[in-house]
């Protein structure tokens, strides 16, 4: 079995400079601990990339469900090159684990095709918090830096 791997490792030459890039982070606060290291990892990374703070935007949403809707509303409302999906799903003993993560799936990667804009999916569907914790910041890196790495690759490709 291969190792997993660090979500968080990339090679920053191969990143386009997001100087001129909008970019939108909609984060879940449902599991907020995760989700804030989620959003801190993003951040930073666009912050490496040249993205200027006052071209990234924040909004809140309560959980991952309302994932999508807070994407068009940020869309919509600044204009953005993309943007980050964050959110953290963690299994529990009901299949509502199985019915918030497709629909959120689905409804994020129907904006990329509405909107043809990148949306980015920075979400956690995690079986328990250990492994949340390892993807966000933990042992196996940082999503929310992955999701960042993508945003800018995918918005310079579409423009």
Not at 1 to 27: C, H, Q, R, T
Not at 124 to 153: I, M, S, Y
Request: hydrophobic share 40%; charged share 25%.
């Amino acid at each position: 079995m291969s190792p997993k791997k660090n979500v968080s490792e990339f090679n920053p030459a191969d990143v386009p400079s997001a100087a001129s890039l909008k970019i939108g982070i909609v984060v879940s606060s449902w599991n907020n601990e995760i989700t804030e290291a989620l959003f801190d990892g993003a951040y930073k990374t666009l912050l490496s990339a040249k993205c200027r703070r006052d071209n990234i935007f924040r909004i809140d949403v309560p959980g991952s469900f309302e994932l999508p809707l807070g994407a068009r509303v940020c869309f919509e409302k600044n204009k953005c090159d993309a943007v980050i999906c964050i959110g953290c799903v963690i299994r529990g003993e009901t299949p509502h684990f199985d019915y918030i993560c497709q629909s959120v799936s689905k409804g994020i990667m129907d904006l990329n095709l509405e909107y043809g804009i990148p949306f980015v999916f920075g979400v956690l569907t995690c079986n328990n918090l250990k492994q949340a914790k390892d993807r966000a910041g933990g042992k196996l890196g940082n999503k929310g830096v992955e999701a960042a790495v993508t945003a800018v690759k995918m918005a310079v490709l579409k423009a």
